[in-house]
């Protein structure tokens, strides 16, 4: 078990961990590498149908790009959009020399095969390592890209652990680590950055909650990471004592009067009272997670001018020295 | 709180206590099936698959894993050719080799023999294979399509693991599955299969802290690495499905690491080495193959 300090007091309630500081920290990064790049960076998104989430996420990402001072270009194509144009638009974007980096926004219409767009996708330029050769890269242990949410995540999680003054690098060694959900673009690279810190790591998920035997993993958890898509799954007396507990999840509930909130898979009011700290909803991973694909295309633009050609780093230590003052 | 304190007995499983889970008796089966599948495509007028391996070097040990792989193609009518390189083919010859099979359309799956001699990157090399030639399921882009569930040839390690434990009747979803292990040959591929079929995945190591505990946990518990100290009784509860292959991946016989003959009156079923899970990789080779004319001829087909 993690030993930070006043863990000892029975009755203390955890840190909230604030997202949006660490994002501020990181876009101050982002925006001074990217100011760097002699012939800039860029990033272009494409949205294919009318998906409302999708959309906005694609607003967000232009206006962080702006504040960043990294180009953008917004494309949008209709929801009956054949393979063809999709892969068309692509080929497109790729020759574009403002764009070092491309996004295509998810959820695609049903009637377009996600595996063939994915895969239309340049590898140098796939900043969320859709493509199954990024994916295969992260799963091997070197990656080109870390896809933003379980980046997010960690950065949270390494930083935290700076801020407690022990080395992420090390910190990790041994610890229980539980993943609630196994998506593509969190779960499953969130186990690989895990495995990669020497954490044991426990992916568990519907099923598991289908045999009844999700709270027996998640009151082990030294660090527990839930990307489950149910809002408020975790309450507090499944936590362990003293642990860390990120909150990936991002659900639109009405309350009896009629109005709408966004909350967490983490009840948080119950949580913060066992964990020793945990990222709230909203103002947790969702800010810095934006700042990381802007900070992918940073780093796909400084690849391509020869910068560096190393991996993405699987710990954020140096990435995070890159901006502590 | 210790691990012990949520212990809960898992329940039993398909097979029966203290039963082998029998990779000879399973591999013969798809060993047979692999064999039918080539008289139907006989039938339907398509040619026999064909595999071709490349193995650099003498080590007589890798060479007669090579034969073995040969033989069983032999049994069930693959045609195979073998490609055996001097020790020291430099890199770029051997990616020669690899660039003129890859563009042989007579040639449905590539099997590059690891380990290479040193000064060759197995990796690099391994990657220069098509993806959809890659039998062993080795490439960067199959190991992507694996953990994104895309269709791919996967390995036949872990894909030999999964067919033993679905053949054998042991139920996969929600069930807790421990892998002592962490290697992208055997231990990571296969909780990315595991997953995918509804398991709950727990990778252990040997910095695991409670690693007794996390072990008794378990409903399957998985061997795919060497420990400190030898998994015993004191890491199996009853009823707990037991795979060791640590034995494989050496090729230095049973390993040490699993005191079987303590584990196996606790176990529900278990792999016994030889026995286990070792002739099933051969097999599982046997079914990428097959796979891999199916996917050439689709992509033919499709123009």
């Keep these: 078990m993690l030993s930070f300090p006043a863990g000892d007091e029975a009755v203390s309630a955890g840190v909230t961990l604030d997202g949006r500081a660490y994002a501020r920290e990181l876009m101050g990064a982002v925006t001074a590498r990217a100011g760097a790049v002699e012939h800039g960076a860029g990033i272009a998104t494409l949205l294919v149908g009318d998906d409302v989430t999708a959309s906005i996420y694609q607003r967000r990402i232009d206006r962080g790009a702006r504040e960043a001072g990294v180009a953008s270009r917004v494309e949008h194509l209709p929801a009956d959009a054949s393979l063809g144009q999709v892969v068309g638009k692509i080929a497109e974007l790729d020759v574009d020399p403002e764009i070092s980096g491309m996004l295509v926004l998810r959820p695609l219409p049903a009637s377009l095969p996600e595996t063939r767009v994915l895969r239309a996708i340049p590898p140098e330029k796939d900043v969320e390592a859709q493509h199954p050769e990024n994916a295969g890269l992260l799963a091997l242990g070197t990656p080109r890209f870390l896809p933003s949410t379980p980046a997010a995540a960690f950065l949270m999680l390494d930083r935290y652990m700076l801020d407690q003054g022990m080395n992420p690098a090390l910190a990790y060694d041994g610890l229980d680590l539980v993943i609630v959900g196994r998506s593509n673009n969190v779960g499953k690279p969130a186990a690989i950055l895990g495995l990669a810190r020497n954490a044991t790591v426990i992916s568990a998920h519907k099923h598991t909650a289908d045999a009844d035997r999700l709270d027996e993993h998640t009151r082990l958890a030294d660090i527990l990471i839930v990307a489950a898509g149910v809002p408020r799954l975790i309450t507090g007396e499944m936590l362990r004592p003293g642990s860390i507990v990120i909150d990936i999840g991002i659900n639109a509930i009405s309350d009896a009067r009629g109005s709408t909130r966004l909350v967490g898979d983490v009840d948080f009011d119950s949580a913060i009272e066992v964990a020793g700290a945990v990222s709230p909803v909203p103002g947790g991973v969702g800010p810095i997670t934006d700042a990381w694909v802007l900070h992918n295309a940073v780093l796909a633009a400084e690849r391509r001018e020869g910068r560096h050609d190393r991996p993405d780093t699987l710990h954020l230590v140096d990435e995070l020295r890159s901006f502590a003052r | ?303």
Excluded at chain 2, 105 to 120: R, S
Excluded at chain 2, 176 to 197: D, T, W, Y
Excluded at chain 2, 240 to 257: K, S
Aim: glycine letters at 8%.
């Design chain 2, 1 to 303: 709180m210790g691990l012990a304190d949520v212990h809960r007995v898992p329940g039993r499983v398909g097979a029966q206590r203290g039963a082998p889970l029998d990779g000879i008796t399973i591999s013969a089966q798809l060993r047979a099936l692999a064999a039918t599948r080539v008289r139907e495509r006989a039938l339907a007028g398509r040619r026999a698959p064909v595999l071709a391996t490349v193995l650099v070097g003498q080590d007589p040990s890798i060479q007669a894993y090579v034969d073995a792989k040969h033989h069983a193609c032999t049994e069930v009518g693959i045609l195979s050719f073998d490609h055996r390189l001097a020790a020291d083919t430099s890199a770029a010859e051997l990616e020669q080799v690899i660039r003129s099979l890859n563009g042989n359309t007579t040639v449905d799956g590539i099997l590059l023999q690891l380990p290479l001699p040193t000064g060759l990157d197995p990796l690099a090399l391994t990657n220069l294979i098509a993806p959809e030639k890659d039998v062993d399921g080795l490439t960067t882009t199959n190991t992507g399509a694996l953990w994104r569930g895309d269709d791919g040839l996967p390995p036949c390690t872990p894909l030999g693991v999964i067919e033993l434990l679905e053949r054998s009747r042991v139920p996969l979803a929600s069930r807790h599955v421990v892998i002592i292990g962490r290697s992208n040959l055997i231990a990571k591929p296969l909780a990315a299969m595991l997953l995918a079929r509804e398991a709950t995945v727990t990778i252990c190591d040997a910095k695991t802290r409670f690693l007794k505990e996390i072990c008794r946990h378990a409903q399957i518990l998985v061997i795919a690495a060497g420990t400190p100290s030898a998994i015993g009784a004191a890491h199996v509860s009853p009823g707990t499905v037991v795979i060791d292959i640590g034995a494989v991946r050496t090729h230095e016989g049973p390993n040490e690491a699993l005191d079987f003959a303590a584990v196996r009156p606790l176990a529900s079923a278990s792999t016994p080495v030889p026995g286990g899970v070792g002739p099933m990789t051969i097999a599982c080779l046997l079914l990428n193959t097959l796979k891999a004319a199916e996917i050439s001829e689709r992509k033919r087909e499709r123009g």
